[in-house]
Nanobody
Framework: QVPLVESGGSLVQSGESLNLTCTVS????????IGWFRQAPGRAREGVSC????????YTADSVKGRFTISGDNAKNTVFLQMNSLKPEDTAVYFC????????????????????WGQGTQVTVSS
């Protein structure tokens, strides 16, 4: 079973919204944090947001704070990334990943703290 699968990416116009979904294996959300990352062409992977349903800890990058919201549904084994007021600079492949541990740091989000990754979903925002 694939541990994480992203969906919901699309081509949208600036100012519009998208809701990305990360579907995980059963029981994952009780024991692991889930992070959202993105990577634009020619740029390094960037941590966007993190959620731990087990501890209640979260993280959101300053670049998306106030526009993106992370949430989860343990019963449905899903984590969502609601993205509002999208900008062209949000264009990237978005990945969700499973943390080695249960916590999200409130100060940073590093991809080296995550051990399993989805295949990614493309988000393109036109101006």
């Amino acid at each position: 079973q694939v541990p994480l699968v992203e969906s919901g990416g699309s081509l949208v116009q600036s100012g519009e919204s998208l809701n990305l979904t990360c579907t995980v294996s059963p029981d994952t959300l009780n024991y692991h944090s889930i992070g959202w990352f993105r990577q634009a062409p020619g740029r390094a992977r960037e941590g966007v947001s993190c959620l731990s349903l087990g501890t209640g800890s979260t993280y959101t990058a300053d670049s998306v704070k106030g526009r993106f919201t992370i949430s989860g549904d343990n019963a449905k084994n899903t984590v969502f990334l609601q993205m509002n007021s999208l900008k062209p600079e949000d264009t990237a492949v978005y990945f969700c990943a499973r943390g080695f541990g249960r916590w999200c740091s409130s100060r940073y989000l590093m991809d080296t703290d995550f051990g399993a990754w989805g295949q990614g979903t493309q988000v393109t925002v036109s101006s």
